[in-house]
């Protein structure tokens, strides 16, 4: 089972300010997704990333995947507490299930 | 937008007895998954199949786990001697295309063993 390891694991901050969170392993993997789960809630998909470098943006969200596939971080801009929740990294390999970080948990206060 | 349904939402059961866990995927889903959360920890893969067979299984589910498609809209976990440390979230997923495309995951069925 490889790895991902997600940082911060807790994150409070102000409505209005930026954040970042990381996911990192040692593995190479083919594809990285990020989830936001609620509580109570399953986990529901943000975006998927594949290749090396890639940078997607949904909104205020932008995500990166790292040159050698290996990390990922997801910035949030000007942050909302309906940002607020837990929000998860999952590595793929071609072939096999979905491996999923701890995840960062996310409090957006007004 | 059409969802992944689980029943029950919550399960209370003696340790020992038979659960039975109820999924009913996205209809065109091709690929179904069983993953839990336990309180605190990170969502484990347990199992995905397709085909009307396992295709991956994780350390965690071992012979006291199955899985079945026993019609064209469900699919069940069946855990056969619960166990405490079975208490978990489990969480169905589907997929329409191959692995480790966008899994639309359920809302969980909390499962308490005690």
């Known amino acids: 089972t490889q790895l991902l390891e997600q940082s911060p694991q807790f994150l409070s901050i102000q409505e209005g300010e930026n954040l970042t969170v990381y996911c990192n392993s040692s593995s190479v993997f083919s594809s990285l997704q990020w989830y936001r789960q609620e509580p109570g809630e399953g986990p529901v998909l943000l975006v998927t990333?594949?290749?090396?470098?890639e940078v997607k943006k949904l909104k205020r969200l932008t995500f990166q995947f790292g040159d050698a596939r290996k990390d990922s971080s997801l910035h949030i801009t000007a942050a909302q507490p309906g940002d607020t929740g837990l929000y998860l990294c999952a590595g793929g390999y071609s072939g096999y299930a979905l491996n999923f970080g701890k995840g960062t948990s996310l409090l957006v206060t007004p | 937008e059409p969802e992944v349904t689980q029943t029950p939402s919550h399960q209370v059961t003696q340790m020992g007895q038979e659960v039975i866990l109820r999924c009913v995927p996205i209809?065109?889903?091709?690929?179904f998954y069983w993953y839990r959360q336990i309180l605190g920890q990170k969502v484990e893969f347990l199992v995905s199949f397709y085909n009307n067979e396992i295709s991956e299984k994780s350390e965690i589910f071992d012979d006291q786990f199955s899985v079945e498609r026993p019609d064209g809209s469900n699919f069940t976990l069946k855990i056969r001697s619960t166990k405490l440390e079975d208490s978990a979230m489990y969480f169905c997923?589907?997929?329409?295309?191959?692995?480790?495309?966008?899994?639309?995951f359920g809302s969980g069925t909390q499962l308490s063993v005690l």
């Open positions: 209809s065109n889903h091709l690929y």
């Open positions: 990333v594949v290749t090396g470098g």
């Open positions: 997923a589907s997929a329409l295309e191959g692995l480790n495309e966008k899994l639309f």
